[in-house]
């Protein structure tokens, strides 16, 4: 069993949809929890990042960790052509120096 | 903002060839790591550096080796490029505050 299981989807949803992309993960000990976005031939960037339970809005993006039902969520509001790409998640535990452990990545694209 | 780059963002060798991937990041972070990516596999860890002349294997060194003599330089070297090391290669460097990783624009090498 992996320790980060992501839907690859791929996700096709109509211009102005709300999208919701989902990870979970195995090791309770996972505390800071990561969002990025690679659009094709590029390297992933950095979207969001949270620490422990709770929700983080930036703009139309929300992110949200549920450590009792070790869940994450990615939501996008008014869902855009511009935001299709692939969406992976990342995680590690807080202390020191850690690999991040990636889910696998879901394709996403926005219809016009 | 943090920079990461990489030498060459397309690339074609030949069997058997010796390979140097390069990548410099501006942050003055210590840590930093080489994956590679493949349809269907996701991200894998092929070595990592906590600091200069300091390396370690990630999920799957074989076939490669790596070199880090400056802070903020780190070579990912294919000794013998073989066909099934035609890939995606993404380097990333480190943050302190999440152990967030600011990756690199991607080399997409083909071993003909």
């Known amino acids: 069993q992996k320790e980060v299981e992501q839907d690859p989807g791929p996700l096709s949803v109509p211009e102005g949809a709300i999208v919701s992309l989902n990870c979970t993960y195995s090791?309770?000990?996972?505390?800071?929890f990561m969002w990025y976005r690679q659009y094709s031939r590029k390297g992933p960037e950095l979207l969001m990042y949270?620490?422990?339970?709770g929700n983080k809005e930036d703009g139309r993006f929300t992110a949200q960790v549920d450590k009792s039902s070790k869940y994450i969520s990615l939501f996008i509001r008014d869902s855009q052509p511009s935001d299709s790409a692939t969406y992976l998640c990342?995680?590690?535990?807080?202390?020191?120096?850690?690999?991040?452990?990636f889910g696998q990545g879901t394709r996403l694209t926005i219809n016009p | 903002d943090v920079k990461v780059t990489q030498s060459s963002r397309y690339l074609v060798k030949r069997t058997g060839e010796k390979v140097f991937l390069e990548c410099v990041q501006d942050?003055?972070?210590?840590?930093m790591f080489w994956y590679r990516q493949d349809p269907g596999l996701g991200l894998r860890l092929i070595y990592f550096?906590?600091?200069?002349?300091?390396?370690e294997k990630g999920d799957i060194p074989e076939g490669y080796s790596v070199s880090r003599e400056k802070k903020e330089r780190f070579s990912l070297i294919l000794e013998s490029a073989s066909t099934n090391q035609t890939s995606m290669y993404l380097c990333?460097?480190?943050?302190?505050?999440?152990?967030?990783?600011?990756f690199g624009p991607g080399t997409r090498l083909t071993v003909l």
């Open positions: 990342a995680m590690t535990p807080p202390r020191g120096a850690q690999k991040l452990v």
């Open positions: 090791n309770s000990a996972f505390q800071y």
């Open positions: 949270t620490y422990s339970s």
């Open positions: 942050m003055d972070h210590e840590n």
């Open positions: 550096s906590y600091d200069v002349k300091m390396k």
């Open positions: 990333a460097s480190q943050g302190r505050r999440y152990n967030e990783q600011f």
